[in-house]
C-alpha cells in the first residue's frame, strides 16, 4: 500500500508542477497582452518610442513562455504576430 500512497504522491506532485506551469504561462500572456494594450496606448498619444520599449518588454515575456500547449502556443503566437505588425 505505500508503494501506491508514493506513486500518487509523485503523480500528483508532477500534475500539480504541470498545473503550475500552465498558471505561470499564462501569466506570463496575460502580462504581455497588457503591456500591447499599453503600448497602443502611447502609440495613440504620440509617444513612439514609449511605445517601443513597451512592445520590446511584451515581447521578452512571451519569449519565457515553455509549453506543449496548443492554446497557449497559439495564443503566444497570436501575440508575437500582434507585436511584429505594430513594430
Same mark, same amino acid.
Given at each position: 500500500?505505500?508503494?501506491?500512497? *508514493? ?12 498545473? /503550475? /506551469? ?18 497602443? *496606448?502611447?502609440?495613440?498619444?504620440? *509617444? ?7 512592445? %520590446? ?6 519569449? /519565457?513562455?515553455?509549453?506543449? %500547449? ?18
Amino acid at each position: 500500500k505505500k508503494v501506491k500512497k *508514493e506513486n500518487v504522491t509523485k503523480k500528483e506532485k508532477k500534475q500539480k508542477s504541470t498545473e /503550475k /506551469k500552465a498558471f505561470s504561462n499564462q501569466k506570463l500572456l496575460d502580462s504581455a497582452l497588457e503591456l500591447c494594450q499599453t503600448a497602443n *496606448e502611447l502609440w495613440n498619444r504620440g *509617444e513612439i518610442d514609449m511605445a517601443l520599449e513597451t512592445l %520590446d518588454q511584451a515581447y521578452s515575456l512571451i519569449l /519565457k513562455i515553455k509549453t506543449d %500547449d496548443p492554446d497557449i502556443i497559439q495564443q503566444r503566437d497570436d501575440l508575437r504576430i500582434t507585436i511584429a505588425r505594430r513594430i
